[in-house]
């Protein structure tokens, strides 16, 4: 998404679309300030933080451009002057940090505005907190016993865990999700059977079949050979007959029995010992 296509006189462009970033995390966005011939242009900031201004920690927004540091909010000026050389447009990043502290939700809104004597324009860039889904390494079989204890430690001050999540097929690890990563790295030390986190984030795309019960009858296929692991069939062998996906239910025929009768099962009864070639 752009905004404000060049024209004549001053004029501002780029990507504008709203960002998401994680506590701590950083963000850039890359724009363009161009002029019909060499001029002086006055850049003013305006940052507004929210939902809650008077009670929202500050991001921290740095301007760049291709020598460096510009302009930070952390200095009590507000504007200053550069030299642009026109036609050519002359490049800028602009940069925001999420506090450490930043609360789902929280916002931040920068509007960089210029002026000169052909004109004068502005863009506004914002964004959001979110949450981040963490990997916490885990001795392995131990995944459940650590997302217990886990869970324990994150009822206790502040209230930095939003979900742990220990899924059976995913062996040695506990996915952890809330806002504040330093704290979640402090709530996992001193847990027995726990390692470390895994360096960067994972993403709600990487982690959602875990989310999605599997079917039971997923993988099997008519005519496998199958062992019963539970019912009153126990322990017999069978070969499937035919799949019902939506009850997932497999009706099997005993393979030693006297006379073949067809038995239906519940998917999670049965386990494929060998495939139908």
Do not use: C
Request: proline letters at 4%; aromatic letters at 6%.
């Amino acid at each position: 998404m752009t905004d404000n296509i060049f024209g004549s006189g001053l004029r501002m462009g780029g990507d504008v679309e709203e960002r998401q970033v994680p506590a701590g995390g950083i963000n850039t966005w890359d724009f363009q300030v161009q002029t019909d011939s060499r001029e002086d242009v006055q850049f003013s900031f305006v940052v507004t933080t929210g939902p809650d201004s008077e009670d929202a920690p500050e991001w921290n927004v740095v301007l760049y451009d291709s020598m460096g540091e510009l302009w930070s909010d952390s200095q009590t000026r507000r504007e200053f002057s550069l030299e642009i050389e026109g036609p050519k447009a002359k490049a800028f990043k602009l940069e925001v940090t999420a506090p450490k502290g930043a609360r789902y939700g929280d916002t931040v809104s920068v509007t960089v505005n210029v002026s000169s004597p052909s004109g004068s324009d502005s863009i506004t860039f914002d964004a959001v907190a979110r949450q981040s889904i963490l990997a916490l390494k885990t001795q392995m079989d131990q995944e459940k016993s650590v997302a217990d204890s886990l869970s324990s430690k994150a009822k206790l001050g502040e209230e930095d865990i939003f979900a742990i999540l220990s899924p059976t097929n995913l062996r040695g690890y506990v996915l952890v999700e809330g806002m504040n990563t330093d704290r979640l790295r402090e709530k996992s030390r001193d847990i027995r059977k726990a390692r470390s986190f895994v360096d960067g984030e994972t993403s709600l795309e990487e982690i959602d079949h875990y989310l999605t019960p599997l079917s039971t009858v997923v993988g099997i296929m008519e005519g496998d050979l199958v062992e019963l692991v539970a019912g009153p069939f126990k322990g017999e062998k069978a070969r499937v007959q035919q799949i019902d996906e939506g009850k997932e239910e497999i009706t099997v025929e005993l393979v030693e029995a006297m006379v073949p009768i067809p038995v239906t099962v519940r998917g999670d009864h049965v386990r494929v010992i060998e495939k139908e070639r």
